[in-house]
């Protein structure tokens, strides 16, 4: 069965500091990864998608980044946190056939 | 763009009484998939439901069960025999059957009480 990771589970870094999430997936092939970003009690903000490696498409322009190194990992970077990007982040993917995405853990990201 | 509205923020139903959470969609596509995901406090996306827009029928998962009127674009949740788990945020969602990648258009949820 496939099964979806995501590290850390909670991070707390101050202003300025560089950010690396990171998501895996297992038990699959060639997968589409997704990142989302969760503001509290607010539905999902879909930040980037890969639907291979290397491939990265963003949705929306901010100081984050995302990189796919290998085809189950997806990771999202920043070279420089602001205080909005505190929030809940979640990783998800979707087999070939697209239809449902499945999610991870998520991480509970402060940015003091 | 495709547009979800969860318009009840919040809801409360009793233990084993019925409640209905309501999800409407804007779309000029014909075909595309809906869901219904759950979470809980623990903060962890679960998908209850999913409904194909091509199918009549109704979606039904053991106590949960949707009410799809594609003319009306609503996608409402029925669940049935309210259990304390049940307590939780629910998301209805809208996936284009021909979109890129598969991307999701998500309301922003309705966060439902279960009272013992």
């Known amino acids: 069965s496939q099964t979806i990771h995501q590290w850390p589970a909670t991070l707390v870094q101050p202003v300025g500091s560089p950010l690396s999430l990171e998501c895996t997936v297992e038990g699959t092939s060639n997968p589409n990864l997704y990142w989302y970003r969760q503001a509290a009690g607010r539905g999902l903000q879909l930040l980037f998608y890969s639907v291979g490696i290397g491939q990265i498409s963003s949705e929306v322009p901010q100081n984050l980044s995302a990189s796919r190194p290998q085809d189950r990992q997806f990771i999202l970077s920043s070279k420089k946190l602001l205080l909005s990007d505190s929030g809940f982040y979640l990783c998800a993917w979707a087999g070939t056939n697209q239809e449902t995405q499945y999610f991870g853990p998520g991480t509970r990201l402060l940015v003091l | 763009a495709q547009t979800v509205t969860q318009s009840q923020p919040e809801m409360s139903v009793q233990e084993a009484e019925t409640v209905t959470l309501s999800c409407t969609y804007d779309?000029?596509?014909?075909?595309?998939?809906l869901f219904w995901y759950k979470q809980p406090p623990s903060r962890q996306m679960i998908l209850v439901i999913r409904q194909e827009a091509y199918k009549q029928q109704n979606a039904t998962e053991n106590r949960f069960s949707v009410n799809f009127q594609k003319a009306a674009k609503s996608f409402s949740l029925k669940i049935s025999d309210s259990q304390l788990g049940d307590a939780a945020m629910y998301f209805c969602a809208y996936r284009s059957f021909n979109t890129n990648a598969g991307k999701s258009t998500f309301g922003d949820g309705t966060t439902l009480t279960v009272k013992p």
């Open positions: 779309t000029s596509e014909s075909d595309y998939y």
